[in-house]
């Protein structure tokens, strides 16, 4: 019965979110992978992906179509994607500051604020030891002290592990920003001013209000934060942070699919960790964060580039005002 | 006139003097002050305040939690020190759940002028889930507020029925009057069952009183922050609303006593044996407030001792050492010695320890929510510290206003002193004609 389980769940993951997020620059996958796909009609365009087992095969255009979107009739959006489980690995070593994770997402998500979803913190453990960068969103924990503290079930955790937020039903008592020991919600203090794109991104998208967009619109008086994008694996495209990183950063996948990617590399999850020496924030707290960081060694970048980037006092853009 | 007629006029609620009528202009003058910024919040949001995405917590939750702190004085005073036998506070039990009453009222209000979405107050009700200490908290609250009504009004029975015949020229306070004495006739069926009544509140109120403060302590200690986390916070709440409350009584008794010429029932040693109670409510306070800043302090990690840094010698050190020394160590030091147990002296020691009492939640709740484990970056550089706009002053304002309000139309229209009770310990009560032997 559980292998059963365990083969529906591979074969729905191989023809869905798998192809979907590796194929997410082309924006599009194929119907079906297997050996038998290998044979095509000489002179037809063939497209490369990679396999499941990480093997690179080359895929007739004419297999390849539109991604459905993940969400079917049974989708719930406070119990999330049956046999899925996000996570994200974030490379230290690459970060130099370039903030364009920053700023896609506080233009996909209409941040008005002062305060961003997703910050890049100057860190330094100590004066002896080097300084580095650190992209910090929303850990996605996997026991999460803000869940456990509302009130109101307003921010609740799914089954693929995303944290997210009813901002219809928040009553802004911000007890989970108490909570939060990575102080990553942000309040809406004023009305927001997104003024009419995130409207107009709406119609267009035919889109209402759901906790799995957050941002589109946010709410005076309600608690925000990072999504994990769920909008963007549907679309079987990666966060807007991930695909915005100049230097591949970020990486995304599914924890049960052992697999990560930044769009142009794909990593085995669990070998991943392990060779590099992953970790995640505050383990001590016994919070469980779908967020792994990989430290910041043998650098690809250098840190003091990233000075010229660094605002103390911003973290959202509003120059465009 | 026989003792019981002249106690009966001694002790009638009496209609507002100049002073009173000024006096409650005043208070109304700064509630409407506060509501015309309420509205003004409910507008445009939270924004009007100086609270924001690291200070997310301000003089609203710390005010909210000095309002809960003093109305554990109704269990301390009517509860404790009744069950214990200790006659001498007969005539400040109804002083004491007043103040009860009315903090409780307002810690409720304040709780939710807090909230980003007010109007959605009812989810917690359609939504609620009793994970949350939120929850926990109105529960306890709200068990607290029906029990506090109930033990002020059971003994304001007979006072009731006393006061109707009392007002036999004023129709209509008679006819309130009777109303609110539910047919009291003074039967021994009702006597007992008033008294039995009084006493199952009396126990009752006890464990939720803990029960309310504990919770609202548990508001910070379930969190992971410094200055928060600690297994201490219960008791540590407790200790310091005992305080609190008592300097409440002791303020509000001496002020009714000097407006209403009550000397021959609020005496010199109701003044002088509050004045003990608080020594040793300090005492058990300066207990916990050692363990609470000595024990972090003597680890000193670095997220404690960055806190603890900023109270013992930072930006709130002035403010750290004022309630420190204000509202714990002086009261032992003044209250300890008999000159000091004066009604005076007494007096202002009290009123002291309701101001340091009111800054130390502030102290509680702000420095804490300034130091989290992350660093503060990417945020404009007054997010970076927290004191309260002028318009969360005038809210906060007018909420103290409210309760003092709260108070003073509850000392307008009942008896301040019982009046059924102090005949009783006179022995006076024979003349009491709604009272059958």
Redesign the interface.
Same mark, same amino acid.
């Given at each position: 019965m559980q292998e059963n389980d365990s083969n529906s769940r591979r074969n729905f993951l191989d023809k869905g979110l798998k192809i979907g997020l590796l194929a997410a620059v082309g924006g599009a996958a194929a119907k079906a992978l297997g050996p038998e796909n290998k044979e095509t009609s000489v002179g037809e365009e063939t497209i490369e992906l990679m396999s499941t087992d990480g093997t690179l095969i080359q895929v007739p255009m004419s297999e390849v179509m539109e991604v459905p979107s993940l969400k079917d009739e049974n989708y719930n959006v406070r119990k999330g994607y049956p046999n899925l489980k996000f996570v994200m690995v974030v490379d230290l070593a690459r970060c130099k500051n370039a903030k364009q994770c920053q700023s896609a997402c506080n233009k996909s998500h209409y941040i008005t604020g002062?305060? +961003?979803w997703l %910050?890049?913190?100057?860190?330094q453990e100590s004066e002896s030891t080097a300084p580095y960068w650190q992209p910090?969103l929303c850990q996605h924990c996997d026991k999460p002290?803000c869940v %456990? &503290?509302?009130? &109101?079930? +307003?921010t609740f955790k799914r089954q693929d592990g995303l944290v997210l937020i009813d901002a219809d039903?928040?009553? *802004?008592?911000?007890?989970c920003?108490? +909570?939060c020991?990575?102080?990553t919600? &942000?309040?809406?203090?004023?009305?927001p001013k997104q003024g009419e794109m995130s409207e107009i991104t709406m119609d267009m998208e035919h889109l209402h209000y759901s906790p799995d967009y957050a941002g589109m619109p946010s709410q005076? *008086?309600? &608690?925000d934060k990072c999504d994990f994008c769920p909008h963007m694996v549907d679309k079987g495209e990666l966060p807007h942070c991930v695909s915005a990183c100049p230097n591949g950063v970020f990486f995304f996948g599914d924890a049960y699919e052992d697999t990560v990617t930044n769009g142009d590399e794909t990593f085995r999850l669990s070998k991943l960790l392990k060779d590099k020496a992953g970790y995640r924030l505050?383990e001590s707290?016994g919070t469980e964060p779908s967020v792994y960081y990989l430290p910041p060694s043998n650098r690809l970048v250098d840190f003091e580039e990233g000075m010229t980037n660094y605002?103390?006092?911003?973290?959202v853009d509003k120059s465009d005002e | 006139m026989n003792a019981y007629d002249s106690l009966i006029k001694d002790l009638a609620p009496k209609k507002f003097g100049k002073t009173g009528k000024l006096w409650v202009g005043f208070l109304l003058l700064i509630i409407f002050g506060a509501l015309a910024c309420y509205v003004i919040q409910l507008r445009t949001g939270l924004i009007i305040t100086d609270m924001r995405d690291y200070a997310l917590w301000g003089i609203y939750i710390s005010n909210f939690v000095f309002f809960v702190a003093i109305s554990l004085v109704g269990s301390l005073i009517t509860a404790i020190l009744r069950l214990s036998g200790a006659k001498w506070s007969t005539p400040l039990t109804r002083i004491a759940e007043i103040i009860a009453v009315a903090a409780i009222i307002m810690a409720g209000l304040t709780i939710i002028i807090d909230m980003g979405r007010p109007e959605r107050l009812f989810n917690l009700f359609i939504h609620g889930r009793l994970q949350s200490p939120i929850i926990w908290d109105v529960v306890v609250i709200t068990t607290y507020l029906v029990i506090s009504i109930l033990l002020l009004y059971y003994p304001l029975l007979p006072d009731f029925a006393i006061l109707k015949r009392h007002f036999n020229n004023n129709p209509k306070m008679q006819k309130w009057y009777g109303k609110l004495s539910l047919k009291w006739t003074g039967t021994i069926t009702q006597q007992k069952l008033k008294n039995k009544s009084i006493r199952i509140l009396s126990i009752m109120i006890i464990p939720v009183a803990f029960g309310i403060h504990t919770v609202t302590a548990w508001l910070f200690a379930t969190t992971y922050r410094p200055g928060w986390d600690s297994s201490n916070f219960g008791p540590y709440f407790i200790a310091g609303a005992f305080v609190a409350g008592a300097g409440g009584v002791i303020t509000v008794m001496y002020i009714l006593r000097r407006a209403y010429h009550l000397e021959a029932y609020i005496t010199a040693k109701h003044f002088d044996k509050m004045g003990k109670l608080l020594v040793l409510l300090c005492l058990i306070y300066l207990y916990f407030n050692i363990n609470e800043y000595l024990v972090p302090a003597y680890k000193n990690t670095v997220e404690e001792s960055a806190h603890l840094q900023g109270l013992f010698v930072g930006q709130y050190a002035p403010l750290f050492w004022l309630v420190i020394v204000g509202g714990l160590i002086l009261p032992i030091i003044v209250l300890v010695f008999p000159k000091g147990r004066k009604p005076i002296p007494v007096f202002i020691v009290g009123l002291i320890v309701v101001i340091g009492a009111w800054w130390k939640r502030y102290l509680i709740v702000t420095p804490t929510l300034l130091h989290p484990f992350l660093p503060i970056q990417g945020v404009p550089e007054s997010w970076h510290h927290y004191f309260p706009s002028l318009m969360e002053w005038i809210i906060t304002f007018g909420t103290l206003a409210s309760a003092l309000l709260i108070i003073t139309l509850l000392v307008r229209y009942l008896p301040v002193i019982p009046i059924h009770e102090t005949a009783m310990e006179q022995g006076i009560l024979d003349a009491d004609k709604t009272t059958k032997q």
């Open positions: 002062d305060d +961003a %910050k890049i913190y100057k860190m910090t002290p %456990k &503290v509302c009130p &109101v079930d +307003a039903r928040c009553i *802004g008592c911000r007890f920003m108490a +909570a020991p990575y102080s919600r &942000v309040f809406n203090w004023a009305e005076k *008086g309600t &608690v505050m707290l605002d103390e006092f911003k973290s | -």
